[in-house]
């Protein structure tokens, strides 16, 4: 506070690069002791971080598509094998994001909220309904609530960061930052409002984990739902950020 709002000039998109992460990690959300609320996430770790050189660490949400894309090639990139017919494969914008941190000595995590087990954990309870609507999108009226942008994934990157300094020794607890794109861009969003139940509820922990946390294209309107998070602040630092065709409000 105040809020600043700058305008930064359009660039060149990053070219699409492979750089396999380090590891794989699993932690509990602090959404539930359940199962279906124990979260992976894929890190990358710099080579100059260790447990006596700590680095800072960026912890992404990812978009409403999931972390993955079904590719019919088998090759390095794969990571999960579904079927003869399909390759799991990190979406590139992931990697090439950890490789452009990495190379300036930050950790990344990617949290995978859509986990198989959550999934299915979800369609157990829709009655074996695994439409688009019911999972993974979270967009319909339909979304299930453990995968509601602004009102369960936000305990999912407060668990991240209540396990990171942990599971990844090398990361620095006091260096942790947020960042979120399009559907996990409203759940780092709304994991700061002072009004959230992230934060009510943990009035010393929660988002304030977070040295600082980066919302990109969140959906401002939380689902079109009538939520308690109006007049809110943030409990940390936030930017937000949108193009200059896309309103953000």
């Not at 914008?93 to 452009?100: C, F, G």
């Not at 942008?149 to 991240?160: I, K, S, T, Y």
Request: aromatic content about 8%.
């Amino acid at each position: 506070s105040p809020a600043v709002a700058l305008t930064i000039a359009d660039g060149t998109a990053p070219t699409a690069i492979t750089y396999q992460p380090t590891g794989l990690v699993t932690f509990q959300s602090k959404l539930g002791t359940g199962a279906e609320d124990k979260i992976e996430a894929y890190y990358w770790k710099p080579a100059t971080a260790s447990a006596t050189a700590k680095v800072p660490l960026v912890i992404v949400a990812h978009g409403h598509t999931g972390v993955f894309y079904c590719s019919g090639v088998d090759d390095a990139r794969t990571l999960y094998k579904l079927d003869d017919s399909c390759y799991l494969k990190l979406q590139s914008q992931y990697p090439s994001l950890a490789k452009e941190l990495n190379d300036k000595g930050i950790g990344m995590m990617l949290v995978n909220s859509f986990t198989k087990v959550r999934s299915d954990f979800i369609v157990s309870q829709h009655g074996g309904d695994g439409s688009w609507a019911i999972f993974p999108a979270g967009l319909g009226a339909n979304r299930d609530a453990k995968v509601s942008d602004h009102a369960a994934r936000p305990f999912d990157l407060f668990g991240a960061a209540a396990a990171a300094p942990t599971v990844l020794t090398w990361a620095h607890s006091a260096k942790l930052v947020g960042l979120g794109y399009s559907h996990g861009g409203t759940a780092a969003m709304a994991m700061t409002l002072s009004k959230h139940p992230v934060n009510t509820g943990n009035p010393t922990t929660g988002a304030k984990l977070f040295k600082r946390v980066f919302a990109a294209y969140p959906g401002c309107a939380m689902g079109n739902v009538d939520t308690t998070y109006t007049g809110s602040g943030a409990v940390v630092p936030l930017v937000l950020g949108t193009a200059s065709t896309d309103p953000l409000m």
